[in-house]
């Protein structure tokens, strides 16, 4: 039986809806392919990336790398100057921050410790002008500072 618009038998219009998708299938094959390869091609230029990153930096993990790295490399920096970078800015930021506590730390007076009291003794003058109920509450501490000469003014 022939088809009216296509002047084909029913067989030979079957055949050509399938050629005619076929070509489609194929493209899309080839297109699947292609980025396949693509993605193989920029995994191994990681992989080669990443070894020469460890022979440079022995101890760095790739697996994971600082996010700031891997976008530098995504964007075409090579990824041992974007990790060189990356460790360089972290060195920077790491004496910094070492300059910084040295410097609070001979500004500072010292460590607090114990109940804010310093170190628990009291001069003549600050016994004289206790209350009795707060001598007799510190006269441990009052004693261990008269033996201990602390008459300070």
Known sequence: ??????????????????TEKQPDELEALREENRRLKTEREREERFRNAAQALCALFPGCDTASLPEEVMADYEKGV????????????????????????????????????????????????????????????????ICRSLENGRDRH
Do not use: H
Request: charged share 35%; glycine share 8%; net charge negative.
């Open 1 to 18: 039986m022939e088809d009216e618009k296509t002047g084909m038998t029913a067989p030979a219009a079957g055949e050509a809806a399938v």
């Open 78 to 141: 090579p990824l041992d100057a974007a990790y060189a970078l990356w460790d360089r800015k972290r060195a920077v930021r790491e004496s910094a921050q070492r300059e910084s506590d040295r410097i609070n730390a001979e500004a500072s007076t010292g460590e607090i410790a114990g109940d804010g009291q310093g170190d628990g003794s009291f001069t003549l003058d600050e016994i004289r002008r206790m209350p009795r109920s707060e001598v007799r509450r510190c006269l441990d501490r």
